[in-house]
């Protein structure tokens, strides 16, 4: 995410629908942006045009055009266009929010990739080309940058049509050529015409860079790359990676044809002969190749420099090309190039092969990856490979119950691979043993519950008291639960809390009727003893102390003993109850349940040896009113309660 400066629209809601949330992307065209579309609460991405394009109005008018062709294509592997609007200033396009990574992200962290995974993503990536061709829609953008790979393995394909509107409108006030230069096809330079068969040249181009880790064509300044578009052919990718099988050169060699009439007439036709070239392929010719040298000398005879600027735009007028790039000098030399491209190839591979093998010989520039790397912290595993020449770079890998967290798992190129000093190395680190389920160990004492945690090779961590829930009495000193709780997949290197009871936590009881507070101590599985003596001032009945006091664990089964003062509490309207003493035995208190939750007062109610009859009032969870509400009534009688 690209946080390097605050930015004033995160936090603003554009159009009064979509809340801008922060910013995911800034490029040459508009910034991105992760918002949440407040009408329908969905995450979505927000594409913001610049204020330079912003301002011309013929790019908007070509904008809101391509926003639409692109909004009407639907296709699984095509990132889906929701909305165009302004707001104020701001021109922007709601899309669908894809959570994942680039095609970009990925050739960043491994540098290349094997055949057979290179040609599955270029599959649906060629699938939804091959949807919007059929429709008539030119991509004109294609590149890593606009392919995403979600997070549940999905390839999807970005930003269709809307390189056109910005071609269109440069072009027509300055006649100005604008494109990612590094994936432009030869017309595309020349004249700055685009069809079908330039976003298949495009295609062909990312399938090189996948294969080899680079783009074929690399120069100092971006129009030196395409003018070598125009005037050089792109090389076979086993020219850089020897060992690849040559139909992937057939692949890449068709689809960037100089001419646009010997390429494949749509992606729909170069997704047919890719899905053939993968049925092809070995099921191991990924690991096979994972550790093959790449040439240093490319089938042209140069060292592919460092990759000055692949991914920037050229803003170049057709007049300034070189005479080379136009007319029939420019046809010639493409028919020249091609018809001796065998020769050349077999030819500059040869020299490549032999001065790797003398290189290699003489220099004694080639150190191994140490083979003990393996279970190394990350700082030491780069002090042992820059010792050796060679340069790191760490990403966290997957689980592993042999690799503790955050040691090294595995390394690319592998331990013991020769390589040349100067090579990045990368290091996948561990996430730790993989995750499993905590078992339930409520109800166990705490060295029970520990035992048990490491039996299933959990860590015990920190131990937490808390009183026990009334609606389910833990004993004391028993685990109520763990944190995390018991089922959840957690990672057994990391600590799980014991969360400990204290008990039932008793009332304060003091100064209640002695029969609301019998009920109440009953409710909670406990023994009540009743002492009575005299204070002056207080009402018969009334509790006026207890033992123990209110705020203390106890357990079910625990007595407690209340002091209340001599004489019954009784209500005006009860013939059996004087004088502290009950003359019906059938007839018991019935406990006072306002405002408690309907779970709890159900419990008290049967606790106290009554039945109860709950009915909806308002539906508020709690009791509002109960029927009788205090005094006695028969053993097994019903309690109405309303909620």
């Known amino acids: 995410m690209d946080t390097t400066v605050a930015d004033p629209l995160v936090g603003q809601v554009l159009d009064g629908r979509y809340r801008i949330e922060s910013r995911v992307a800034r490029g040459g065209m508009a910034t991105v942006y992760r918002a949440r579309d407040l009408k329908l609460g969905r995450n979505i991405a927000l594409k913001v045009m610049h204020q330079n394009l912003a301002q011309d109005d013929d790019f908007v008018r070509r904008f809101i055009g391509e926003a639409k062709a692109a909004a009407a294509l639907s296709h699984p592997n095509v990132v889906a266009v929701y909305d165009q609007g302004t707001d104020g200033h701001h021109v922007f396009l709601a899309m669908e929010y894809v959570p994942g990574r680039t095609l970009r992200d990925l050739l960043d962290e491994r540098g290349r990739l094997g055949p057979r995974t290179a040609l599955e993503i270029l599959q649906p990536a060629l699938a939804a080309l091959a949807a919007a061709h059929r429709t008539g829609l030119v991509h004109r953008d294609v590149k890593p940058e606009n392919v995403l790979l979600t997070d549940d393995g999905m390839v999807k394909v970005a930003d269709f049509g809307l390189a056109r509107a910005e071609t269109a409108s440069k072009q027509t006030k300055t006649g100005l050529i604008i494109g990612t230069v590094g994936y432009l096809a030869p017309e595309q330079v020349v004249s700055g015409h685009a069809d079908v068969r330039s976003d298949v040249y495009a295609a062909g181009i990312m399938l090189f860079?996948?294969?080899?880790?680079?783009?074929?064509?690399?120069?100092?300044?971006?129009?030196?790359?395409?003018?070598?578009?125009?005037?050089?052919?792109?090389?076979?990718?086993?020219?850089?990676?020897?060992?690849?099988?040559?139909?992937?050169?057939?692949?890449?060699?068709?689809?960037?044809?100089?001419?646009?009439?010997r390429r494949p007439a749509d992606a729909g036709q170069f997704l047919a002969a890719v899905t053939d070239v993968h049925a092809t392929l070995p099921p191991d010719i990924d690991h096979r190749l994972q550790n093959a040298p790449q040439n240093v000398t490319s089938v042209l005879g140069h060292a592919p420099p460092p990759a000055a600027a692949p991914h920037t735009r050229v803003y170049q007028q057709p007049d300034t090309l070189p005479p080379v790039a136009r007319g029939s000098f420019m046809d010639r030399l493409i028919d020249t190039v091609t018809g001796r491209y065998a020769l050349i190839a077999v030819g500059a591979l040869a020299v490549v092969v032999l001065g790797w093998a003398v290189w290699y010989q003489v220099s004694g520039q080639y150190d191994s990856i140490p083979k003990n790397i393996i279970g190394m912290s990350a700082e030491q595993a780069k002090t042992e490979l820059a010792g050796n020449g060679l340069t790191v770079q760490v990403r966290k890998g997957g689980y592993s119950n042999t690799v503790p967290r955050d040691r090294v798992m595995s390394t690319d190129p592998a331990p013991g691979t020769d390589v040349k000093q100067g090579t990045a190395v990368t290091l996948t680190l561990s996430k730790g043993p993989y995750p499993r389920e905590i078992p339930d160990v409520s109800g166990k004492s705490q060295d029970e519950a520990t035992q048990a945690l490491k039996d299933d090779k959990f860590e015990v961590g920190a131990v937490h008291r808390e009183f026990s829930p009334t609606g389910r009495p833990v004993p004391k000193d028993q685990v109520?639960?763990?944190?995390?709780?018991?089922?959840?997949?957690?990672?057994?290197?990391?600590?799980?809390?014991?969360?400990?009871?204290?008990?039932?936590?008793?009332?304060?009881?003091?100064?209640?009727?002695?029969?609301s507070a019998e009920q109440q101590l009953r409710a909670l599985g406990l023994a009540v003893k009743v002492e009575e003596q005299e204070q002056d001032g207080k009402p018969p009945g009334t509790v006026l102390s207890q033992n123990p006091p209110g705020g203390t664990g106890v357990n079910p089964g625990d007595t407690v003993t209340l002091t209340v003062q001599k004489g019954r509490d009784c209500p005006w309207w009860n013939p059996f109850c004087g004088n502290g003493n009950n003359n019906d035995p059938n007839q018991i208190p019935v406990p006072t349940v306002l405002g408690r939750s309907v779970d709890e007062a159900r419990n008290m109610l049967q606790g106290a040896g009554f039945q109860v009859d709950v009915r909806h009032q308002i539906g508020s969870g709690r009791v509002l009113r109960q029927q009788p509400a205090n005094g006695n009534a028969p053993r097994n009688s019903p309690i109405v309660i309303w909620h």
Do not use: C, F, W
């Open 209 to 261: 860079e996948m294969l080899t880790g680079h783009q074929p064509h690399q120069a100092d300044t971006p129009l030196a790359v395409a003018y070598k578009h125009v005037n050089e052919v792109v090389p076979p990718p086993s020219s850089a990676i020897p060992g690849l099988p040559p139909q992937l050169d057939v692949l890449v060699t068709r689809a960037t044809g100089h001419d646009p009439a």
């Open 480 to 515: 109520i639960r763990t944190d995390p709780p018991a089922g959840r997949s957690h990672q057994p290197d990391k600590p799980v809390t014991l969360v400990l009871s204290n008990g039932v936590q008793l009332p304060d009881l003091t100064g209640q009727p002695r029969q």
